[in-house]
């Protein structure tokens, strides 16, 4: 079983930074697309930043120029760097990854179980 666990969340003021860490574990063989996505209250999720299959980066126009994705393939390891956080950026932000268990198979799709991010004014 492929388990992702997401950690650096926590309670901010505006203007600060955090460093967001997922970590995948488990039968891999292979992660595709890897990236960050964030829901909160009363919204749909919706993507932060990712990692496509072919390694280019997606971001939201929102974050764009303030939030950093980067990643370590050897480790499965994506890391989201968010500076000049504002109140709208608070969410629970969930990791996100293809992953192929076996060379040949078709990747499947996880998710972590979140990390929450409060920015306050």
């Known amino acids: 079983q492929v388990q992702l666990v997401e950690s650096g969340g926590g309670l901010v003021q505006a203007g600060g930074s955090l460093r967001l860490s997922c970590a995948a574990s488990?039968?891999?063989?292979?992660?595709?697309?890897m990236g960050w996505h964030r829901q909160a209250p009363g919204k749909r999720r919706e993507l932060v930043a990712a990692?496509?299959?072919?390694?280019?980066?997606n971001y939201a126009d929102s974050v764009k120029g303030r939030f950093t994705i980067s990643r370590d393939s050897a480790k499965n390891t994506v890391y989201l760097q968010m500076n000049s956080l504002k109140p709208e950026d608070t969410a629970v932000y969930y990791c996100?990854?293809?992953?192929?268990?076996?060379?040949?198979?078709?990747?499947?799709?996880?998710w972590g179980q979140g990390t929450q991010v409060t920015v306050s004014s």
């Open positions: 990692f496509t299959s072919g390694g280019s980066t």
């Open positions: 996100n990854a293809g992953v192929y268990l076996r060379a040949g198979w078709l990747p499947n799709d996880y």
């Open positions: 488990g039968n891999i063989f292979r992660i595709g697309a």
